[in-house]
């Protein structure tokens, strides 16, 4: 009996150390060529928005072959998790569709503003102060935002544990805004500090506050025009020479295995 507490026992501690890990593990996608390149890829995790020549933005298998897996045509928004620099340096994305998956250039998409963005426009104005939201919002619904002024958010019920934040901004009315670097889940947002419970229009009743959403990270605007020369992946031809080979080996030791059997009989 002992004994099999005493395995019961082993088992919760770690199931106990494995689940703080596991909360934090960043997704990986499902691709070959990711698979090959992992450690040349760079996590980002930022929504893009197409915008190419002719229209469309094409994703391709990977950035090393031609072939077309699918199109998107421009305005359609997509989470990019991944990129990669070929040796033209270029930047790709993979793409993770419903039923594709694919990588396409970046210099055809555009960032939507995010809080990344808004720190890059407002890092004059930050200021770096650490705190904690009040206890007096435990297991109250509090506002989430993407950045202040956004229209985005997450209404979510606090806890014993409340959002801390490390980075304080300060809006148009006086209002002190906290940055959460993460929260159950919940990565890079952000609280207003002195009103965590109320909705956009409790807090700009006249609208949002001008803020500039233009694209902000380093990929060039797309030219969408018909005479542009696309971006379209070089093939690898050491992996289709080495194909070749593969494939002319196996068709001699097939004729070779053949004659062989002929002889035989």
């Known amino acids: ?15 106990l150390f494995v689940l703080p890990v596991h909360a934090d593990i960043i997704w990986e996608p499902d691709d070959y060529f990711y ?23 094409i994703v391709y298998k990977n950035p090393e072959s031609p072939q077309i897996v699918t199109q998107l045509d421009n305005g359609f928004k997509t989470y990019i998790s991944y990129i990669y620099t070929d040796s033209d340096g270029i930047l790709w994305g993979i793409y993770e569709g419903p039923d594709k998956t694919g990588w396409l250039p970046m210099d055809y998409m555009e960032v939507v503003y995010d809080s990344i963005s808004f720190v890059e426009d407002y890092s004059a104005e930050l200021i770096h102060e650490s705190g904690e939201l009040d206890n007096a919002y435990q297991n109250k619904d509090i506002y989430l935002w993407n950045y202040p002024g956004s229209e985005s ?12 934040y490390d980075r304080v901004y300060v809006d148009e009315e006086s209002r002190r805004w906290g940055n959460v670097n993460y929260y159950f ?17 409790a807090l700009y009743p006249t609208g949002a506050p001008s803020r500039n959403t233009s694209q902000t990270d380093n990929t060039q605007t797309a ?6 020369k696309r971006i379209v992946p070089k093939q690898n031809t050491a992996v289709v020479t080495l194909t070749i080979i593969l494939v002319l080996a196996v068709v001699l030791a097939t004729a070779g295995l053949l004659i062989k059997f002929k002889r035989k009989e």
């Open 1 to 15: 009996m002992k004994k099999y507490l005493f395995v019961l026992y082993t088992l919760l501690c770690c199931a």
């Open 35 to 57: 698979n090959q390149h992992a450690l040349d890829c760079t996590y980002i995790n930022r929504m893009f928005t197409a915008n190419g020549p002719d229209g469309v933005v």
């Open 153 to 164: 958010f997450y209404i979510i019920q606090t806890n014993d544990s409340m959002p801390s």
């Open 185 to 201: 889940g919940y990565k890079d947002v952000w609280i207003c500090i002195d009103q965590p419970t109320s909705d956009f229009t």
């Open 223 to 228: 030219t969408n025009s018909s005479t542009a």
